[in-house]
């Protein structure tokens, strides 16, 4: 198990030291001047060669990179060249926002794909089976901004249920946070959930067939106990790909949705950021989207042993 998890840890490492560099890069590579941003159309060209200095533009980018990287080794990924505060601190008011809504949209996802992918496997080409799968193709290809603004629509304008946008932290009124995080976290979740509902029952379907469900079935086992205790869980592999791969896109991803319902979250921050051609904002966000996507996958990597052993008992006779 220490040798599997040391070739993820090394894996994500590697991935993640290239990562900086193609978006260390790739941000300079953005047109326009960060210095004449922050100056104004009015600086003159001594007011932007002493901000040049001041922030290391004039250096040689390999120069300017080991700097940057230095820095967000000990945790320091620089200050805003727009706002002129630090890029962690700015993060870190942005960051809660965005996890909250992405695990609320997680929620919703899993509480809708799960059963309803179980139930669609388990009454195979039915009634049931056709419209689960109606249902889920619906939720693949209706836009996220038509259904966002459908909800605002029917659920704010004329029910008065919801409040239309905005947001509100969870500890300074704990109501008034759900209920402006319901109708972004559906939007989002609605799409996850029929792209997850279908590999579930893709997956349960495979399983369902295998000859120890069968076997189970030919013993006499409830139904019930055979779909949960028995097929569920050999299931669940491709599903907690499609979570892991999903969760990081949510994290990185729900720049329309913020956008709709006015959430101050990473998503606006991101565009923000690239449109100031604020160079260490922009660097330090997509530093830590990346980071959090090479975390769910070492994650996932992780959960794949625990609910199959067999993955990590092939991968350590692989190495002997």
């Known amino acids: 198990m220490l040798d599997f998890l040391a070739q993820r840890v090394a894996i994500s490492v590697v991935t993640l030291f290239l990562i900086t560099l193609i978006v260390f890069t790739g941000v300079r590579m953005i047109p326009g001047d960060p210095a004449r941003v922050m100056a104004g159309t009015d600086a003159d060209e001594a007011g932007l060669r002493e901000i040049r200095e001041k922030y290391g533009l004039n250096d040689p980018i390999p120069v300017q990179y080991f700097r940057w990287l230095g820095l967000a080794l000990r945790g320091d990924l620089g200050e805003s060249i727009r706002t ?3 890029v962690v601190k700015t993060v870190a008011v942005k960051l809660p ?3 909250q809504l992405a695990c609320f949209a997680l929620i919703i996802a899993i509480g809708i794909a799960i059963p309803a992918g179980i ?3 388990v009454r195979r080409n039915t009634v049931w089976d056709l419209l689960a799968n109606t249902v889920s193709l619906c939720g693949v290809s209706i836009p996220s901004f038509w259904l966002g603004i459908m909800l605002i629509l029917f659920l704010s304008v004329r029910l008065h249920l919801l409040p239309a946008s905005g947001f509100v ?5 704990p109501l008034g946070n759900l209920q402006r995080m319901v109708m972004p976290a559906f939007v989002l979740g609605a799409a996850l959930a029929a792209v997850l509902m279908r590999q579930t029952r893709n997956s349960m ?3 369902m067939s295998a000859n120890y469900i069968r076997t189970a079935y030919s013993k006499g086992l409830a139904e019930r106990v055979v779909v949960f205790r028995h ?3 050999n299931g669940l592999i491709p599903i907690v790909t499609i979570l892991g791969l999903q969760m990081g896109a949510l994290m990185g991803g729900a720049v329309v949705t913020e956008q709709i319902f006015v959430v101050p979250g990473f998503g606006r921050l991101i565009v923000e950021a690239v449109f ?3 160079y260490p904002l922009v660097q330090g966000v997509v530093l830590i989207t990346a980071s959090t996507y ?9 959960s794949y042993s625990l609910l199959n052993p067999r993955i990590r008992v092939k991968g350590s006779a692989d190495e002997s």
Do not use: C, G, K, Y
């Not at 932290?169 to 009124?173: G, K, R, S, V, Y």
């Open 97 to 99: 926002i965005t996890i």
């Open 294 to 302: 090479v975390l769910i996958n070492l994650l996932v990597d992780v």
């Open 231 to 233: 097929a569920l869980r």
């Open 276 to 278: 100031t051609r604020d």
């Open 169 to 173: 932290p969870f500890f300074q009124d």
């Open 84 to 86: 002129r505060e630090p």
């Open 119 to 121: 139930f669609s496997a």
């Open 205 to 207: 379907i495979e399983v």
